[in-house]
C-alpha cells in the first residue's frame, strides 16, 4: 500500500506540473511503472515457483517492458547503418538475449541479491513524453539499491529506453563497450563478443 501511495502522490506532483498534453503522457507511464514493478514483486514472492520459473517470468515481463530493439541500435552507434540486414537482424535477436539476462540475472537469490520490495521513489518528466522513474530495490541483509528507469511514452505504450545502477547507465557503458569492439571486429565482433558472454 505505501509504494502505490508513494506513486500516486510523485505521479499527482508531476502532473499538476505539466502542461494539459503532457499529462496523459506521465499518466500512462506512471501506471506502467506501477504495473510492471508490482509483477516483478508478485514473481519474487512466488513460493510456488521454482528459480528458473521466475526468471523465465522475469524476463518476460522485462522484454514486455523494455525497448530492447530501440537500445541495440542506439548502443551500436553508427556501426548499425553499415550492418547488413542478416547482421542486423543477428544483433537484435542475441542483444534482447544479452541484455535480458544480464539484468535478470542480478535478482537471482543465489547471487545474494535476493528482493524484498522494489519502491518507486519518484516520477518526474525530463523530456517532451520521457520521464524517469527512480526506484529503490530493498533487498536481503543487502544495502539497498538505486535503479532509475528513463521511460518514453509513444502513441502506443510506455517503454523504458535506458537503465541507470547507482546513477551508471547501462546505454553509456554498452554504447562504449560496442563501439570499440564493432571498431575493431565489426559487428559480428559485437555478436560474438555477446554469445562468449552468455555461453560463460
Known amino acids: 500500500m505505501k509504494k502505490y501511495l508513494m506513486l500516486a502522490v510523485a505521479t499527482s506532483l508531476t502532473a499538476a506540473s505539466l502542461p494539459s498534453y503532457a499529462m496523459q503522457s506521465a499518466n500512462k507511464c506512471g501506471a506502467f511503472a506501477e504495473n510492471t514493478i508490482g509483477q516483478m514483486v508478485e514473481i519474487f514472492h512466488d513460493r510456488k515457483k521454482t528459480e528458473e520459473q521466475k526468471k523465465q517470468l522475469l524476463s518476460d515481463v522485462f522484454q514486455q517492458a523494455v525497448d530492447t530493439d530501440w537500445i541495440g541500435q542506439f548502443v551500436l552507434g ?58 529503490l530495490i530493498l533487498r536481503k ?60
Not at 535477436?93 to 521513489?121: H, M, P, Q
Not at 543487502?142 to 546513477?167: F, N, R, W
Not at 564493432?182 to 563478443?193: T, Y
Open 78 to 135: 553508427r556501426h548499425w547503418k553499415s550492418a547488413s540486414a542478416a547482421e542486423q537482424t543477428d544483433y537484435l535477436k542475441n542483444y534482447r538475449t544479452y541484455l535480458t539476462t544480464l539484468y535478470i540475472s542480478k535478482f537471482n537469490d543465489e547471487s545474494g541479491f535476493g528482493v524484498d520490495a522494489i519502491k518507486i521513489a519518484d516520477l518526474k518528466p525530463t523530456h517532451e513524453n520521457q520521464f524517469e522513474a527512480d526506484t
Open 141 to 200: 541483509g543487502e544495502p539497498d539499491v538505486h535503479v532509475s528507469y528513463t521511460l518514453e511514452q509513444d502513441t502506443a505504450q510506455c517503454q523504458v529506453h535506458d537503465i541507470k545502477v547507482e546513477g551508471v547507465s547501462l546505454l553509456a557503458n554498452h554504447r562504449s563497450e560496442f563501439s570499440a569492439v564493432a571498431g575493431n571486429s565489426g559487428v559480428k565482433g559485437v555478436i560474438d563478443a555477446m554469445k562468449k558472454q552468455l555461453s560463460n
